[in-house]
């Protein structure tokens, strides 16, 4: 039998090197540094047949390929990454004060907010806004020093999580001056007067801040800054920028006193003379600047948050409000692409991890509240399915965002992980709180006070669509940035080809070869991996999850085979040459497996920084077996499908190696029922995996009065109490004791008033106007008023 042991020898980079040096010796002599004069021929036949296929990068690209960090990223690229280095590296965690600041603050925010109001009225209470202000909620990440909370990026999410439990907007509305806003740039890049006058102004929210970037013709293309440009000129001996531009969707901009403003600058008379360049610049502009407007609103589907549009024709900006000054003229690429990282990586995940938390937790509570023909819903399968779901895709989501949250505060800026935390995340989180809404069914359909649900569903589309929509960084960006970002050797080799130096053939040369091999690697990886990872599979007992070393061990394993086979897939792409940047299928599909792959490592992350929580492992296991399938889907449906002349070719290689036996190597399956039981059984009675999700829920205490969530919260256990009671009463023939039926009543009057759902008077202020008659009794009664027969009893008569 194959062991994992055996699986051991093909883990790591440098196992499988040498490994593959004995098995391909001859990969192995192409590495050689002789070269005979046939090969040096070859060399450059195949340097001009690329060359000739790939499109010359422009600026703008070759300034995006130098922003940002890699990291493990690249190591999903290799085909070897390590659970151990994560393991090593990150190590998320909140300080005292920033749990204090959660405990505190962040729950007086959420007892002043009224979500049903704020929706209704499409702002916040005043003492809302002056609660944000003085108490940091728009300054979490500025330094201390400039008066601002200085928190991690850790505690940032977790705030927005915990707001986005219980008002969606207070979640937007602290994200923009924590992610997009310019006051970390400010930190970074601004000059000394800037920083002087922005930075207190921001951290005591006398200013509150947004970013103008996209416009109407640009859309998820931000940065291609049409309709938004400034020309370099000189007035009176002072040198400034001409500005004009029509930005859109800016969040806080009808409120906001100060806005960074993404321009493409253009100095056609060099009066820059080297000081700052053309390009994509940012200029900070204030509430009250000639010229500036800003104040008209979006409403983002039945949102409240503000999000409006910022213009002007001809503004006048001086140098001293290029943020940065005129030597970072041109440099708003970099600053864009940091900011960018946490906003998508961090904010917009932040969103759904609160969703997720929510309906795991407090729709499971539902479940086992709601009774429908006299049993509790948690019991019906198809509730059962539905919550596991949910629950697994929960996990997936918490542990991702931990993840992030870590690199970020590792002082790195992921480009490609942060377009897969986004996509995947607000996916999921859309696809969770659907479940969410058909469990609670018509509980979450009526609007008002004791609806948790209704506006996060509402929301969840905004999410999936601001900061680059869904479907553009699913099927171009994280390949698109990641095959040439993140692979080992890509980079070098594209340089090589843009490049007219007399060396350049013999660069070409040396990274083509490495590439060969990277491939040649990953194909042998991919077989020895792929048939002893699905013995793993078919052998393994249906209970070894529930030994946590055998749960981390497995699925790390099963990684590893996929990262080898997503490895080889992408050194395939190659065959297409510039042409792939069009192949938008397959670039998705990849993208679903690097996804899942990434999450599935974080996941694996995540238990092992929180090993000992009990039913931890059963969602484990449940979230790893869907993110394995779903990676497994996408290479074979990649190897379908895959494009180009010699498309027929890379799909058969890709069939070789990712399934070497056939569908005996495609061992992945979705969760069987007993393990999907099992899950759903853990968020709809108490368990320590429920009460891991319920931390970042903002509960009220019983002594303030109603609050759904919290009763919902505090009532499944007795409810559960209840339940235990009735089945033992019903097996032992018998009535309930004078204690077991108080129980039974406080469980029964908790059920009759968690299930109500709000009724009102009037819906509109047109409708609570003293005598409105609604049109349509206004036309029965019109109508009856002619009619001979007034009503039934004259009719009988």
Same mark, same amino acid.
């Given at each position: 039998?194959?062991?994992?042991?055996?699986?051991?020898?093909?883990?790591?980079?440098? =196992?499988?090197?040498?490994?593959?040096?004995?098995?391909?010796?001859?990969?192995?002599?192409?590495?050689?540094?002789?070269?005979?004069?046939?090969?040096?021929?070859?060399?450059?036949?195949?340097?001009?047949?690329?060359?000739?296929?790939?499109?010359?990068?422009?600026?703008?690209?070759?300034?995006?390929?130098?922003?940002?960090?890699?990291?493990?990223?690249?190591?999903?690229?290799?085909?070897?990454?390590?659970?151990?280095?994560?393991?090593?590296?990150?190590?998320?965690?909140?300080?005292?004060?920033?749990?204090?600041?959660?405990?505190?603050?962040?729950?007086?925010?959420?007892?002043?907010?009224?979500?049903?109001?704020?929706?209704?009225?499409?702002?916040?209470?005043?003492?809302?806004?002056?609660?944000?202000?003085?108490?940091?909620?728009?300054?979490?990440?500025?330094?201390?020093?400039?008066?601002?909370?200085?928190?991690?990026?850790?505690?940032?999410?977790?705030?927005?999580?915990?707001?986005?439990?219980?008002?969606?907007?207070?979640?937007?509305?602290?994200?923009?001056?924590?992610?997009?806003?310019?006051?970390?740039?400010?930190?970074?890049?601004?000059?000394?007067?800037?920083?002087?006058?922005?930075?207190? /102004?921001?951290?005591?929210?006398?200013?509150?801040?947004?970013?103008?970037?996209?416009?109407?013709?640009?859309?998820?293309?931000?940065?291609?800054?049409?309709?938004?440009?400034?020309?370099?000129?000189?007035?009176?001996?002072?040198?400034?920028?001409?500005?004009?531009?029509?930005?859109?969707?800016?969040?806080?901009?009808?409120?906001?006193?100060?806005?960074?403003?993404?321009?493409?600058?253009?100095?056609?008379?060099?009066?820059?003379?080297?000081?700052?360049?053309?390009?994509?610049?940012?200029?900070?502009?204030?509430?009250?600047?000639?010229?500036?407007?800003?104040?008209?609103?979006?409403?983002?589907?039945?949102?409240?948050?503000?999000?409006?549009?910022?213009?002007?024709?001809?503004?006048?900006?001086?140098?001293?409000?290029?943020?940065?000054?005129?030597?970072?003229?041109?440099?708003?690429?970099?600053?864009?692409?940091?900011?960018?990282?946490?906003?998508?990586?961090? =904010?917009?995940?932040?969103?759904?991890?609160?969703?997720? /938390?929510?309906?795991? =937790?407090?729709?499971?509570?539902?479940?086992?509240?709601?009774?429908?023909?006299?049993?509790?819903?948690?019991? %019906?399968?198809?509730?059962?399915?539905?919550?596991? #779901?949910?629950?697994?895709?929960?996990?997936?989501?918490?542990?991702?965002?931990?993840?992030?949250?870590?690199?970020?505060?590792?002082?790195?800026?992921?480009?490609?992980?942060?377009?897969?935390?986004?996509?995947?995340?607000?996916?999921?989180?859309?696809?969770?709180?659907?479940?969410?809404?058909?469990?609670?069914?018509?509980?979450?359909?009526?609007?008002?006070?004791?609806?948790?649900?209704?506006?996060?569903?509402?929301?969840?589309?905004?999410?999936?669509?601001?900061?680059?929509?869904?479907?553009?960084?699913?099927?171009?960006?994280?390949?698109?940035?990641?095959?040439?970002?993140?692979?080992?050797?890509?980079? #070098?080799?594209?340089?090589?080809?843009?490049?007219?130096?007399?060396?350049?053939?013999?660069?070409?040369?040396?990274?083509?070869?490495?590439?060969?091999?990277?491939?040649?690697?990953?194909?042998?990886?991919?077989?020895?991996?792929?048939?002893?990872?699905?013995?793993?599979?078919?052998?393994?007992?249906?209970?070894?999850?529930?030994?946590?070393?055998?749960?981390?061990?497995?699925?790390?394993?099963?990684?590893? !085979?996929?990262?080898?086979?997503?490895?080889?897939?992408?050194?395939?792409?190659?065959?297409?040459?510039?042409?792939?940047?069009?192949?938008?299928?397959?670039?998705?599909?990849?993208?679903?497996?690097?996804?899942?792959?990434?999450?599935?490592?974080?996941?694996?992350?995540?238990?092992?920084?929180?090993?000992?929580?009990?039913?931890?492992?059963?969602?484990?296991?449940?979230?790893?077996? /869907?993110?394995?399938?779903?990676?497994?889907?996408?290479?074979?449906?990649?190897?379908?499908? %895959?494009?180009?002349?010699?498309?027929?070719?890379?799909?058969?290689?890709?069939?070789?190696?990712?399934?070497?036996?056939?569908?005996?190597?495609?061992?992945?399956?979705?969760?069987?029922?007993?393990?999907?039981?099992?899950?759903?059984?853990?968020?709809?009675?108490?368990?320590?995996?429920?009460?891991?999700?319920?931390?970042?829920?903002?509960?009220?205490?019983?002594?303030?009065? !109603?609050?759904?969530?919290?009763?919902?919260?505090?009532?499944?256990?007795?409810?559960?109490?209840?339940?235990?009671?009735?089945?033992?009463?019903?097996?032992?023939?018998?009535?309930?004791?004078?204690?077991?039926?108080?129980?039974?009543?406080?469980?029964?009057?908790?059920?009759?008033?968690?299930?109500?759902? #709000?009724?009102?008077?009037?819906?509109?202020?047109?409708?609570?106007?003293?005598?409105?008659?609604?049109?349509?009794?206004?036309?029965?009664?019109?109508?009856?008023?002619?009619?001979?027969?007034?009503? %039934?009893?004259?009719?009988?008569?």
């Amino acid at each position: 039998m194959m062991t994992s042991q055996a699986l051991r020898l093909l883990r790591g980079p440098g =196992s499988s090197s040498a490994l593959l040096r004995q098995a391909l010796p001859a990969v192995s002599s192409a590495h050689g540094v002789a070269s005979s004069p046939r090969r040096t021929f070859l060399t450059k036949m195949a340097y001009n047949a690329s060359k000739s296929v790939m499109p010359p990068i422009s600026e703008t690209e070759q300034v995006a390929l130098g922003c940002g960090t890699i990291g493990f990223d690249r190591d999903i690229f290799t085909g070897s990454p390590s659970l151990q280095h994560l393991v090593d590296t990150y190590k998320p965690g909140l300080s005292e004060e920033e749990k204090s600041f959660l405990n505190n603050e962040v729950d007086e925010l959420c007892r002043i907010i009224n979500d049903y109001d704020t929706v209704t009225k499409k702002d916040f209470s005043k003492e809302a806004w002056d609660y944000m202000r003085t108490a940091g909620f728009f300054s979490l990440k500025i330094p201390k020093e400039w008066g601002g909370k200085g928190y991690s990026t850790a505690a940032v999410s977790a705030i927005l999580a915990k707001l986005a439990t219980h008002c969606t907007d207070a979640n937007a509305t602290v994200a923009v001056p924590n992610s997009l806003g310019p006051g970390e740039l400010l930190v970074r890049y601004g000059t000394d007067a800037q920083q002087k006058y922005f930075l207190p /102004r921001l951290a005591d929210g006398t200013l509150i801040p947004c970013f103008g970037l996209t416009g109407p013709h640009s859309g998820s293309d931000a940065t291609s800054l049409i309709g938004s440009s400034g020309v370099v000129e000189e007035r009176d001996g002072v040198l400034g920028v001409r500005a004009t531009f029509k930005k859109r969707y800016i969040t806080l901009a009808p409120v906001a006193g100060v806005v960074g403003i993404g321009i493409d600058l253009k100095d056609p008379d060099g009066l820059l003379k080297g000081n700052g360049n053309e390009g994509f610049t940012v200029a900070l502009l204030e509430r009250g600047h000639p010229g500036l407007e800003m104040g008209p609103r979006h409403i983002p589907l039945n949102s409240a948050f503000m999000n409006g549009t910022v213009e002007g024709t001809d503004v006048w900006v001086p140098m001293e409000s290029i943020l940065g000054g005129q030597e970072r003229a041109g440099f708003g690429w970099h600053m864009f692409v940091e900011c960018l990282a946490e906003g998508r990586g961090v =904010s917009l995940p932040a969103g759904a991890i609160g969703g997720a /938390r929510s309906v795991a =937790s407090v729709v499971g509570a539902y479940a086992r509240v709601r009774k429908q023909f006299k049993v509790p819903i948690a019991e %019906f399968g198809g509730i059962q399915e539905a919550l596991a #779901d949910a629950a697994s895709d929960g996990l997936v989501c918490i542990a991702g965002g931990d993840l992030m949250n870590a690199i970020v505060d590792n002082h790195e800026a992921p480009m490609v992980i942060s377009s897969i935390m986004k996509q995947n995340c607000t996916e999921r989180g859309r696809r969770i709180v659907e479940k969410g809404m058909d469990i609670a069914a018509g509980s979450a359909i009526c609007r008002g006070d004791q609806n948790y649900m209704a506006q996060a569903y509402c929301s969840i589309p905004i999410g999936i669509t601001v900061e680059g929509a869904n479907i553009m960084t699913r099927s171009f960006q994280v390949i698109g940035q990641g095959l040439t970002r993140c692979h080992p050797h890509m980079l #070098d080799l594209i340089y090589s080809l843009q490049s007219d130096k007399p060396e350049a053939v013999d660069k070409f040369g040396t990274q083509l070869k490495k590439v060969i091999g990277h491939g040649a690697e990953n194909f042998a990886l991919s077989i020895g991996r792929g048939i002893m990872s699905s013995m793993q599979v078919k052998t393994r007992s249906k209970n070894a999850y529930k030994d946590g070393d055998k749960l981390l061990s497995h699925h790390e394993d099963q990684l590893l !085979r996929l990262s080898a086979n997503f490895a080889l897939t992408a050194d395939l792409c190659f065959t297409l040459g510039g042409k792939l940047k069009f192949e938008e299928l397959l670039m998705g599909r990849l993208a679903d497996a690097m996804g899942a792959i990434f999450l599935g490592y974080s996941t694996l992350h995540f238990y092992h920084n929180n090993r000992g929580v009990q039913g931890l492992e059963a969602v484990t296991e449940h979230a790893m077996l /869907r993110l394995e399938y779903e990676a497994q889907q996408a290479l074979e449906q990649a190897r379908e499908n %895959f494009p180009g002349p010699l498309g027929g070719v890379a799909g058969t290689v890709m069939g070789a190696a990712c399934f070497p036996l056939g569908s005996i190597t495609k061992p992945y399956t979705l969760p069987k029922d007993e393990l999907t039981k099992e899950v759903s059984a853990l968020f709809t009675t108490p368990s320590e995996v429920n009460s891991l999700f319920t931390e970042l829920i903002y509960t009220r205490p019983e002594s303030e009065g !109603r609050h759904q969530v919290s009763d919902l919260l505090r009532a499944m256990p007795i409810c559960c109490e209840a339940d235990a009671i009735a089945a033992a009463c019903r097996k032992e023939k018998r009535s309930p004791t004078d204690g077991e039926q108080i129980v039974l009543s406080q469980a029964e009057r908790l059920r009759d008033m968690l299930i109500q759902v #709000d009724v009102f008077e009037h819906a509109t202020e047109e409708e609570a106007q003293k005598g409105y008659v609604r049109p349509a009794i206004k036309g029965t009664e019109e109508m009856i008023a002619k009619s001979e027969v007034k009503n %039934f009893g004259e009719f009988a008569i």
